[in-house]
């Protein structure tokens, strides 16, 4: 079937509308997802489509929304519950984390939770400190659950259908400044990406560049400009933060022994500390540099644009790491 | 709703009588080390528990916080594997991976005990909506302490039930104090079920107040939670409140600094058990003698339980790392 370029949010509808198609048994749950349509108008049409029972809008409650969409998908549903932006799920932390991850530990094994919470990510749109974090690592930290961080509309399809038809909760971490980007998305009701599976963007020689979502789009645009000097970087696109594939970035840093990691969350305890130390324990003899890491800023966004750009990852500060270590 | 036969007493009876034998063996146990973690007693509760589980059918569903053990056992949980969860054993109800607080039998729709206050709460809405959603007959019983109806989730769980209609019976097992602190030290309302006028409306809908029974009264509770079910059935949530006292201390060690001796022992006077044995007695000519038969049965299950317990084995390595995830 034909690949037809899609935006990333006609990406995440089509997904959402097929599985919802497919299994009577997946709904959506959350703020605004009906009758407004979804804040960010990825479920627009749905309450149409499928009615009330099966697209329902909650009140602005985050506790209840991802605890009760943990009961039901404990039940035998497998719902979808949206958390308007991942800044309100800081709300939801228990039902998220002692929850829908621990659960089918602690009953050793007598409940399954196919449950997706989908939110959405990212600041570098003036809503001040508190709604412009990309904090998806932290829910990363945990056992029990999935973090899906999907940086283009093809993944965001294929990982979206496969994530809802998966027996274990989760986190499905949609970018908010992305939703207009495009990319070819087969048309195929099947169509689905595997779960835990990071993917080479770019092929290179020089240097690593392990990424996601807003950082993969800066990198690529520093992958140009650094062609332009001789200098070819391989970027993978980690695509989960748990599972978290490392394989390709391993089998690349033994071919370039140079890595720079670019991530939009905050400097300390991070993806890049992570897949530094995972590095150094497994590929220390191929090393040529100490592995580079730009993040934000270590400071709460601002709401004024020039600087609060200026606490962002950027492609420019991605050519000043890559220099660092080539 | 039916009214309970003599058969059916004597098995109240009998349950009340397991649960406490269970619990006062798990004290023994803790002391002895063979228990470890939090421990939390139902002494004192047990015609709660036992009244609220009986008005349950077994399509309908059971969900309670961390002092779980009497809840378990009131819904058919086995005590050996109770009592083996306990001890941490392989053969426990959830493999000795969740202990005293974490009892679950999917087969009986126990749906478990949880050890974050008011963390359940959401939980029994999301079940009630898959039968709400499957249009399936069935109610959700969702117990909890008085110290739960202060967090937000119980804020966002009743009032989420009374936006969708759903069926639970919440009931608030008050036992007068949320670890140390008496409600109303706690509470800007003292009388609990004041909290269901928050989430109902002038004309009928939304959350009905149900009724604010005596806890230590089997006979009261199942009443009134049978009454609850049969609405939650037909209309949506209801509350209820039990008054109920707690005998022994929050969990093991609690030093008990915020009652008097003298006030335990007024609900020692007054226990349930003893209630309800003297109501049987006084109701049914001649009825001690298969009291004490059931008595002495109790003492020899638990035994049989500990027993059970002890020569199970401990989990392995596998168990450690099995059910994270569904592979």
Not at chain 1, 180 to 201: E, H, N
Not at chain 1, 287 to 309: F, G, T
Not at chain 2, 217 to 240: F, I, N, Q, T, W
Not at chain 2, 303 to 324: G, R
Request: aromatic share 8%; net charge negative.
């Amino acid at each position: 079937m034909a690949d037809r370029p899609i935006t990333y949010r006609e990406a995440l509808s089509s997904a959402l509308r097929e599985e919802m198609q497919r299994d009577e048994r997946v709904f959506i749950m959350g703020e605004e997802v009906g009758v407004w349509g979804g804040t960010y108008a990825v479920t627009r049409g749905f309450l149409d489509e499928f009615g009330a029972r099966r697209v329902r809008d909650t009140p602005i409650s985050e506790m209840v929304i991802a605890g009760a969409a943990v009961g039901a998908a404990m039940a035998g549903l497998r719902p979808i519950a949206e958390i308007m932006t991942i800044n309100f799920a800081f709300l939801a932390l228990d039902a998220i984390i002692n929850h829908a991850a621990k659960v089918r530990y602690m009953f050793n094994g007598q409940f399954t939770v196919p449950l997706v919470i989908r939110t959405t990510t990212g600041g570098g749109k003036q809503l001040g400190a508190t709604h412009s974090h990309a904090p998806e690592v932290i829910f990363a930290h945990f056992p029990g659950l999935y973090v899906a961080v999907p940086g283009t509309a093809y993944d965001a399809k294929g990982m979206l259908k496969a994530s809802i038809r998966d027996d274990n909760p989760v986190l499905f971490v949609e970018h908010s400044t992305m939703l207009q980007r495009r990319s070819p998305v087969p048309d195929d009701p099947d169509f689905l990406l595997p779960i835990g599976k990071s993917d080479i963007k770019r092929k290179g020689s020089d240097v690593t560049i392990v990424t996601y979502q807003k950082g993969l789009e800066h990198s690529l645009v520093a992958a140009e400009e650094l062609a332009k000097e001789g200098i070819e970087a391989e970027i993978v696109d980690l695509r989960w933060l748990r599972p978290l594939d490392l394989e390709p970035v391993f089998e690349s840093f033994k071919k370039t022994n140079r890595c720079v990691v670019v991530e939009e969350s905050l400097p300390m305890f991070n993806v890049g500390a992570e897949v530094a130390a995972q590095i150094h324990d497994v590929c220390f003899d191929w090393m040529d540099a100490p592995v580079k890491r730009v993040a934000a800023m270590d400071i709460p966004l601002p709401y004024s644009h020039e600087i609060e750009l200026m606490a962002l990852p950027s492609p420019e500060k991605i050519i000043r790491a890559v220099k660092e270590v080539v | 709703m039916a009214k309970p036969n003599k058969e059916t007493l004597l098995d109240w009876y009998r349950q009340m009588v397991l649960i406490r034998r269970f619990e006062e063996r798990c004290a023994e146990l803790y002391q002895q080390g063979l228990i470890g973690g939090f421990l939390h007693l139902y002494i004192g509760q047990e015609a709660t528990g036992v009244g609220a589980v009986a008005a349950l059918g077994p399509n309908d569903h059971v969900i309670t916080a961390y002092r779980d053990h009497g809840i378990a056992l009131a819904r058919g949980v086995d005590p050996n594997r109770a009592m083996a969860e306990m001890m941490g054993k392989r053969t426990g109800v959830s493999g000795g991976k969740g202990g005293s607080m974490h009892l679950a039998d999917r087969a009986l729709h126990m749906w478990g005990g949880y050890g974050i206050v008011g963390g359940h709460l959401p939980l029994a809405a999301g079940i009630a909506l898959k039968m709400k959603y499957l249009e399936e007959d069935g109610v959700v019983l969702a117990l909890m302490g008085d110290g739960s109806t202060n967090i937000g989730y119980f804020h966002e769980s009743l009032n989420l039930s009374a936006v969708w209609d759903l069926p639970v019976v919440w009931l608030i097992e008050n036992n007068q104090y949320g670890m140390g602190t008496a409600v109303e030290r706690a509470s800007g309302a003292k009388e609990l079920i004041r909290r269901a006028m928050a989430y109902s409306s002038e004309d009928g809908s939304g959350m009905k107040m149900g009724p604010r029974v005596d806890g230590m009264d089997v006979l009261a509770v199942y009443d009134a939670v049978s009454e609850a079910a049969e609405y939650a059935r037909k209309h949506g949530p209801v509350l209820v409140e039990s008054l109920t006292y707690r005998l022994e201390g929050h969990s093991m060690g609690d030093p008990q600094r915020y009652r008097t001796k003298e006030e335990v022992e007024s609900f020692v006077v007054s226990g349930p058990i003893g209630r309800f044995r003297h109501y049987l007695t006084e109701t049914y000519k001649g009825v001690e003698k298969a009291l004490d038969k059931l008595d002495a049965e109790a003492l020899q299950t638990i035994d049989d339980a500990v027993e059970f317990a002890k020569s199970s084995d401990n989990p392995t390595y596998e168990d450690l790392i099995s059910h994270v995830y569904v592979d």
